[in-house]
Nanobody
Framework: QVQLVESGGGLVQPGGSLRLSCAASGRTLSGHIVAWFRQTPGNEREFVAATLWRAGDSSYSDAAEGRFFISRDYGKNTVFLQMDSLKPEDTAVYYC????????????????????WGQGTQVTVSS
């Protein structure tokens, strides 16, 4: 079992930055795909970014490409999401998720692929 805990959300003005953290416990994230999703009221969870832990490759949604950056810290078993140039439409609850995978495959953008989820952290972009 993997337990995931997100932190780093908050209120930020448009154009600002936040860094979200996803700390894992229970087992190492090696051999997993770890992703960030976001969700607004009444909508489905939306893929934001993912990293294939073993290779260090990353994938981003069109909305995140060029503004967000996903990274990982092996020693801390933690994944980060650096979010820059934030927009009001980035306002959402952000969730960290993981499932065991050694290659990307075609399903990493689907919430149903993920076995482990954090509780979420609220990000609000507003002036």
């Amino acid at each position: 079992q993997v337990q995931l805990v997100e932190s780093g959300g908050g209120l930020v003005q448009p154009g600002g930055s936040l860094r979200l953290s996803c700390a894992a416990s229970g087992r190492t994230l090696s051999g997993h795909i770890v992703a960030w999703f976001r969700q607004t009221p009444g909508n489905e969870r939306e893929f934001v970014a993912a990293t294939l832990w073993r290779a260090g490759d990353s994938s981003y949604s069109d909305a995140a490409e060029g503004r967000f950056f996903i990274s990982r810290d092996y020693g801390k078993n933690t994944v980060f999401l650096q979010m820059d140039s934030l927009k009001p439409e980035d306002t959402a609850v952000y969730y960290c998720a993981a499932y065991r995978a050694l290659t990307w495959g075609s399903n990493y953008g689907r919430p149903s692929s993920y076995d482990y989820w954090g509780q979420g952290t609220q990000v609000t972009v507003s002036s």
